[in-house]
C-alpha cells in the first residue's frame, strides 16, 4: 500500500512541475492533441486529496540547471543533480519512493508529435497486455503527455511506477 501512494506522489509532483517557463522558450510544439493524436485532448494535471495531504508540510525540490522545481513531502533527499539527470528519495532504504526526472535531448528534425502519438498507442498496448492499468494524456504546464499507471503487482510491496511521458523541441 506505501508503494501505491509513493507512485501516487510521484505523479502529483509532476503534475506540479514548474516547467512553464521552460517550455516558453524555443519551439511551441506540445505534442498531440489527442488519443492516437488527433481527437481527443488532454486533462490537466491535477492531485488527489490524499497526494494534497502528503505534500502538507514538505518541501520545495529545485532543479536550477533545468529551471524546473516540484513539491516533495517532508523528508525526502536530493540524490542526484546532474544537467540531464535529477532524482529525489523518500526515507526508507531502497523500496523508498522516489521522484526521477530525465532529459534525452533529441536533434531538431526528431518528430515529436509522432513519437508522443507512439508512446501513447504503446501504453495502451501495454494496458491491453495487463501491464498497466491506467492510460491517459495529461497536460502539465501547457505540455500534453501520456500518463500510465502500472497495474498491481503480484506482491503487495512491490514497487510500481506512476510515469508521465512527453517529447518537446
Same mark, same amino acid.
Given at each position: 500500500?506505501?508503494?501505491?501512494?509513493?507512485?501516487?506522489?510521484?505523479?502529483?509532483?509532476? =503534475?506540479?512541475?514548474?516547467? =512553464?517557463?521552460?517550455?516558453?522558450?524555443?519551439?511551441?510544439?506540445?505534442?498531440?492533441?489527442?488519443?492516437?493524436? =488527433?481527437?481527443?485532448?488532454?486533462?490537466?494535471?491535477?492531485?488527489? %486529496?490524499?497526494?494534497?495531504? *502528503?505534500? %502538507?508540510?514538505?518541501q520545495?525540490?529545485?532543479?536550477?540547471?533545468?529551471?524546473?522545481?516540484?513539491?516533495? #513531502?517532508?523528508?525526502?533527499?536530493?540524490?542526484?543533480?546532474?544537467? &540531464?539527470?535529477f532524482?529525489?528519495?523518500?526515507?526508507?532504504?531502497?523500496? %523508498?519512493?522516489?521522484?526521477?526526472?530525465?532529459?534525452? #535531448?533529441?536533434?531538431? =528534425?526528431? #518528430?515529436?508529435?509522432?513519437?508522443?502519438?507512439?508512446?501513447?498507442?504503446?501504453?495502451?498496448?501495454?494496458?491491453?497486455? !495487463?501491464?498497466?492499468?491506467?492510460?491517459?494524456?495529461?497536460?502539465?504546464? !501547457?505540455?500534453? !503527455?501520456?500518463?500510465?499507471?502500472? *497495474?498491481?503487482?503480484?506482491? #503487495?510491496?512491490?514497487?510500481?511506477r506512476?510515469?508521465?511521458?512527453?517529447?518537446? &523541441?
Amino acid at each position: 500500500m506505501k508503494h501505491i501512494v509513493a507512485v501516487l506522489l510521484i505523479g502529483f509532483a509532476l =503534475s506540479l512541475c514548474n516547467l =512553464s517557463e521552460r517550455f516558453k522558450k524555443g519551439n511551441s510544439n506540445s505534442g498531440p492533441t489527442g488519443s492516437g493524436g =488527433s481527437t481527443s485532448s488532454a486533462e490537466p494535471g491535477r492531485a488527489t %486529496a490524499e497526494q494534497i495531504a *502528503a505534500l %502538507a508540510g514538505g518541501q520545495s525540490a529545485k532543479w536550477e540547471r533545468q529551471g524546473m522545481s516540484w513539491s516533495v #513531502p517532508a523528508g525526502w533527499t536530493e540524490q542526484e543533480n546532474e544537467s &540531464k539527470s535529477f532524482m529525489w528519495r523518500s526515507p526508507g532504504g531502497g523500496d %523508498a519512493a522516489s521522484l526521477i526526472v530525465s532529459i534525452s #535531448p533529441m536533434l531538431e =528534425s526528431f #518528430p515529436t508529435d509522432s513519437a508522443n502519438d507512439a508512446a501513447y498507442e504503446q501504453a495502451k498496448d501495454r494496458a491491453k497486455n !495487463g501491464e498497466v492499468d491506467e492510460v491517459k494524456w495529461v497536460e502539465i504546464d !501547457g505540455l500534453k !503527455g501520456v500518463q500510465f499507471r502500472e *497495474a498491481n503487482k503480484e506482491h #503487495p510491496d512491490d514497487s510500481r511506477r506512476l510515469q508521465w511521458l512527453s517529447y518537446r &523541441k
